[in-house]
C-alpha cells in the first residue's frame, strides 16, 4: 500500500507539473500534440484498416488510408503541424464524423439496436469540426487550455486519491 501511494503522489506532481509546462510553454506543448496526434492517428489508420478486413466495409480503407497519411505528414513537419494543428484536427473530425454517419445509416437499415447514437455522435463531430475550422487561433490555444486543466486536475485527484483511499 505505501508503495502505491508513494507511486500516486508521484504521478500527480507529474501531471501537475506537466499541465503547469503546459501553460507556461503553450507554443511547444502544440508541436509535441501534434507529434502525439500524428502517432495516433497512424494507429487510427491501422486500426481501420483492420476493420476493413473484419466487416469487408470499404468506406475503411479510405478512412484508414487518410489516417495513416496524416499521421505520418504531421509527424514528419511538426512545425507546419502546429501551425495547422486546427485545421487537422477539425479535417479528421470532420471525415470521422461523415465515417459514422455512414455506418449509422448502414446499421439503421439494418435494424440494429442503437444505431441512433452513431447517428447522433456523427452530427456532433462533423460540427465540433466545422466550428474548429472556422477559429483556428481559439482552437489551438482552447486545446492547449483544455490539455493543461486536464493534466493539473487530474493530477490533483490522484495526490488526493493517494491522500483518502489508501490511508
Known sequence: MKTM???MFITGI??????????RYPVSAILTVGTFIGIGLVISGINYMTGFYFFRL?????????????GVYMIAQPGITSFILPFVIGLWLFLT???RFSVSMW???AKAR???LMFIDSIVLI????????SPIVSSLSIMIVLA???IASGVLTLLEGFVMLR
Open 58 to 70: 470499404k468506406r475503411f480503407i479510405l478512412h484508414g488510408l487518410l489516417d495513416i497519411i496524416a
Open 149 to 151: 486543466c486536464s493534466l
Open 14 to 23: 507529474i501531471l501537475i507539473a506537466l499541465g503547469a509546462l503546459t501553460l
Open 97 to 99: 464524423g461523415i465515417s
Open 114 to 116: 442503437g444505431w441512433w
Open 5 to 7: 501511494r508513494i507511486n
Open 107 to 109: 446499421l439503421g437499415g
Open 127 to 134: 460540427t465540433l469540426a466545422i466550428l474548429m475550422c472556422a
